[in-house]
T-cell receptor
């Protein structure tokens, strides 16, 4: 069965520090992985897709099939990055989300 | 607004009652997904429809049902409500239902409070 694990419920860093939000998955096929972000009082929105290998708002995420991970990274965190981040795995009709990590970037 | 629209934004009702949540998908999207977000359970997939047909079912209770209409809007019906059903219910849409490599567009959610 597919499963997404985000081991950290809360993560706090200072502005300008590097940040890494962890995501591990279990899936027997070829996964499609995503990162979603939910800013305060806003709807969930797509941040990154692993298939596109893009950088959005300074964030990147690399799929590591050997470690079954899809960690989200940013070299220099900004206060506006404070939000809830969800890792998600999609298998055709089924998108499974992790429990989420609340990132707080302190000034 | 061509995004996903959910109504109502807030709903307060008593235990045992029945409510209907409505979702209009993004223009051009044929798939609609329903999720429940509660504090202790995170985002739980409930059900998916594609072009009027049910395509996938997740952790949806028998007291809950959904449908997608010919104009592609969807409704989630929750009946015999219990206190534990209090949560944020999200609707999302996508162009297709298969592996199109795109993510979902989410609505702003309906916050249901059962008292």
């Amino acid at each position: 069965a597919q499963r997404v694990t985000q081991p950290e419920k809360l993560l706090s860093v200072f502005k300008g520090a590097p940040v890494e939000l962890k995501c591990n998955y279990s899936y027997s096929g070829s996964p499609e992985l995503f990162w979603y972000v939910q800013y305060s009082r806003q709807r969930l929105q797509l941040l990154l897709r692993h298939i596109s290998r893009e950088s959005i708002k300074g964030f990147t995420a690399d799929l590591n099939k050997g470690e079954t991970s899809f960690h989200l990274k940013k070299p220099f965190a900004q206060e506006e990055d404070s939000a809830m981040y969800y890792c998600a795995l999609r298998n055709n009709n089924d998108m499974r989300f992790g429990a989420g990590t609340r990132l707080t970037v302190k000034p | 607004d061509s995004g996903v629209t959910q109504t109502p934004k807030h709903l307060i009702t008593a235990t045992g009652q029945r409510v209907t949540l409505r979702c209009s998908p993004r223009s051009g999207d044929l798939s609609v997904y329903w999720y429940q977000q509660s504090l202790d359970q995170g985002l739980q997939f409930l059900i998916q429809y594609y072009n009027g047909e049910e395509r996938a079912k997740g952790n949806i209770l028998e007291r809950f049902s959904a449908q997608q209409f010919p104009d592609l809007h969807s409704e989630l019906n929750l009946s015999s409500l219990e206190l534990g059903d209090s949560a944020l219910y999200f609707c999302a849409s996508s162009v297709s239902y298969g592996t199109d490599h795109y993510g979902y567009t989410f609505g702003s959610g309906t916050r249901l409070t059962v008292v």
